[in-house]
Each structure stands twice: as C-alpha cells, then as structure tokens.
C-alpha cells in the first residue's frame, strides 16, 4: 500500500488534529433559483446608496459576532468596522462611481488596490494585514449578492491559500478541526486567533492536491500536512498550453468511413451538464461561461468563477476544456448592468468585456488560475478585428503578472477566438494572434442572412448553403491552426457532409446530439459522401 504524503510546513499554532479537508471556495455557487429574491441590496445593485446599505448590513454582522467575543477577537473585529467606516475608502469608491463604474466593480476595485498596496509591503505584519482587507471585501461582496460566505462543517481541517479572520471566529470549533494553508502568516490575525484559541494550523505548505472530505492531518508541534496516499504537490507555475489538436485520444477514437480522424466534444450550457461529462467519451469544445453569471455581483466574484472552472476542469480529466469569456450585451443583458452607456450602444461580447475592463480583468484571473487543474483553452466571443484579440492577451499578461506577484498559482491558457462574424470568417488569415479558431454558425448564420433573433430559425434552412461556402472559404484561411464548430448546424446529421467538405474534423454538439452525430459520420467519408454500401 502506497505511504500517506507528509508535507513540510510551517507551525503557526501547535497541536494536532485530523479530519476530512473542506477545501475553501470550493462550494457549488447557487443557481438562481436558489438565490434569494428578497436578499438586502440583493439583484439591484447600482448606485452608491445599495453599497452603503451593504457596509451597514456587513457592520452589523461583524458586531454580531462580537457579541461574546474576547478582547483578541474583539480587537480584529473593531480593526474591520473601523476599514468599513473608513471615509478614505469610501471616496475612492466614489471616484470609481463617478467615473462610470458599476457599484460592485467600484468596490472590488478599490479594495483590490488597498489589497495590492499591502501584499507588496516590506514587513510581513502589513502583508499579513491583507487577508483581513479581504475579508472585507467579500463580506460586502456577499451582502450586495445576497449570498454570505456559509460556514463549513464542524471537525473539519480548513485548506486555503489563506482564512479570513471573521470566518474563524464564525466557525464552531468544539468539535475539533485544523487549519493547513498554502500561503498564510505567523503575524496574521487567523495565526494569533488559533494559538489563542488552541486550534492547530500549519501555514507555507504549497498548493496540494485534495478533494472535499479526504483524510488529512495537520500536524502543528511538527509543521506537517500528513495527505492520504495518491496526494501530490501542484506545480507553481507551467508554461502555457498548446491548444487541443484535431485528432480524437486513444480510447475515444471516431473516425470517418475512410479513415480520417474526427473528434467530437461536447457544448455545456448548464450547470447540471457538468456533472454529466464524461471524460472516457468527450472533451468540451465549447462551455458557456454566461450559465455561472447571473448577476453584476457574480462578475464581481473572481472565486466563485474559479470553483465553476476548476470543477468543469477536474470532472473533464485529461480532456480538453475550452471555455468562452462572457457573451453578455446586446440582446444578452446582465442583471445589474443594463443602465451602464457600454450596453445603450449595443456592445456585446468582447467588445463590451474590452469597454468594461473590470469584467474582463476578474474573469481572466479566474481562468488564469483554473488553468493549472487541467488542459484549458479560452475563447472570445464575438471578435470582428484582430486588435480585439490582442487587446484582450494585454489583459490576460497583466493580470497574470499580478497574480505572480501574489504568489497565486496559475498558468497562461491558450487564447483563440469564436468565428461567428462573416467579415471576421472572411480575412482569418489576418487574426494571427488567435490560438484557434470556433465557428459559432448561429450568429454567423444570422448576420449573413440579415435575420432577427426571432426569425432566425426560419431562416437557417435557406441560408445553409451560403454558410457552407463561407465555411469552406474560412477554413482555408486558418494557416493550419486547431479549427471547430460549435454550433447548432454542428450538431444536425443534415448538414455533416457540407460541413466535411468544407474541412470541418472537430466538431462540439449538445451532450443529447452526441450520439445521433457520431453514428452519422462513421457512416461519411471526409469529402462528405455517403461511404459504400451507406
């Protein structure tokens, strides 16, 4: 039998205590059936007047949990209220609010510099002040979406980058439990309250592999992590990925009549296909990262994002994972943001995420960091000029060398791009920044039949065959880069033999499609005829 992983750590409160690992930010986000309607500065969140509701809605917790407290945590407690009345934090919030920016962007925003300023501090007791602003942050956060951060289970052993001081103090911890970091301070707030509290807690351990409830010990007298057998450390940083191939893997092999491989993943458009993927049959060649945001607030929240990723990621295995940035604006609003000028003009897909920058900018650190748990590319929505792409890899490198610079694990995907504007369909050879290329053919069908949403279906049957043309146009266009399509023509049997003949061997269906398109096209040769005997 395989030997449990004991990982050197540091000590910041002696003891030991074993239990299953509740792994932090993890958590499902709620669907929006099972967010409250009726939350306090809930849906609605525009203007300064719902933030200020939700930094008095924050105090009032806090001096909740106060009630009782000792004087150590009473101390921290005041610290926080005292940030939340502070009215220099208030007035550069203003600012933000002035300039145009949403009231929750304002606050991430704001808070996020004050986060920055400390993290890159000289003396370790003001960078370890950074978790506590972070507290703050998402204890506002929370009251704006109507989601507070929930509790984890009694007797549990806590694994994080870092905790923050009120979830500690929240947290029963009677019934025993640990603290393991992979970040963390002995001068943190969290380090003081578990010493004075006599809760063992390990810190400095490095990103390791657990999933929720597996056994693990932490071992405060030592400075360990003892991991049950099969656990491992999680490389800090890996180069960026190539994006997937046009070859389907062994085990999951299609091939046409006449023996040309052809691989065949899968759209998600929901949460509960997640838990559907098969990684023994599929990757996911198209996953619609709108079904997670249903909120202004869930833009906001860059650990909430990661959970989803990082969730779609693990459950796809070795498969490919692509996932496209927001596709909101236009005739897709987000709650929250249809009174910003950005939607009046009709902006939508990356040229809304390019006008507001702070959507763009949690997002890509979300995927940034997710990158490292599996084979992901990223791809934009909507482009038509090829500066949007590069303006969009500026985002992806700053925001990457911020995390660097915060010790966070993550990795540089692949970036390419959807292909669902006939004048970015006609000049591909020009997009040289693309990584790859995904035909989104129910846009692309639209525009070039001039079609409304409404009568878009109508309309698709007639304007196949100028779809098939510039197609098979496109794809000559690509240089040889990875191309697919991922639209509903992609996942009707009746137009699989132009699709081939116009070069198409990557194709991404509904999960419910998969079947019914895998046994067409064995039955097709790769120029699209009915193989012999057919």
Known sequence: MAEPLRLKAKSASPG?????????????????????????????????????????????????????????????????????????????????????????FAWVATLDAYIGELEAADEEQMRARAVDILDIKNRVLGALAGTPIADFPPGSVFVGKDMEPSRFLAHDWSKGGGIALFAGSTAGHVALLARAKSVPMVIG?????????????????????????????????????????????????????????ILLSININDPAEIDALDPATAGVGLMRSEFSITSVADAANEEQQLAI?????????????????????????????????????????????????????????????????GRLSVMLPMVTFPDEIDRMRDIFREEAEKLGRRALHHRMPPIGMMVEVPAAALMLDAFGAAA???????????????????????????????????????????????????????????????????????????????????????????????????
């Open 205 to 261: 351990t490095g990103r390791f592999s657990a999933a929720d409830g597996d056994p693990v010990s932490v071992d405060g007298n030592a400075g360990a992590v003892i991991l049950q057998a099969g656990s491992m450390l999680i490389p800090p940083l890996a180069p960026a990925q190539e994006p997937a191939g046009d070859t389907q893997t062994t085990g999951g092999e299609l091939r046409t009549a006449d023996g040309v491989p």
């Open 16 to 104: 030991i205590a074993s239990g299953p690992a509740f792994l932090a930010g993890e958590q499902k986000a709620p669907s929006a059936a099972e967010q409250p309607d009726t939350a306090p500065a809930s849906r609605a969140v525009g203007g300064y007047g719902a933030l200020e509701k939700a930094i008095d809605i924050s105090i009032s917790e806090l001096e909740h949990l106060a009630d009782g407290a000792d004087a150590e945590s009473r101390d921290i407690i005041d610290f926080q209220i005292e940030v939340l009345r502070d009215p220099s934090i208030a007035e550069a919030t203003g600012a933000r609010l002035e300039a145009d920016e949403n009231v929750v």
């Open 309 to 373: 990723y990082r969730r779609v990621l693990e459950q796809a295995g070795d498969r490919p994972v692509t996932i496209r940035m927001l596709d909101i604006g236009g005739d897709k609003p987000l709650p929250g943001l249809e009174d910003l000028p950005a939607l009046a003009s009709g902006l939508r897909g990356i040229r809304l995420l390019l006008a507001r920058p702070e959507i763009a900018r949690v997002q890509a650190r979300a995927l940034l960091r997710a990158a490292v748990f």
């Open 436 to 534: 790859f290329f995904s035909f989104g053919t129910n846009d692309l069908t639209q525009y070039l039949a001039a079609s409304t949403r409404d009568d878009i279906d109508a309309d698709a049957g007639k304007a196949a065959p100028a779809v098939l043309r510039l197609l098979a146009q496109a794809v000559k266009l690509t240089a040889g880069k990875p191309v697919s399509i991922c639209g509903d023509m992609a996942g009707n049997p009746h137009y699989l033999p132009g699709l081939l003949a116009a070069g198409l061997r990557h194709f991404s269906v509904a999960p419910a499609r998969r079947p019914a398109i895998r046994s067409a096209i064995i039955g097709l040769n790769a120029d699209g005829t009915r193989a012999a005997g057919e």
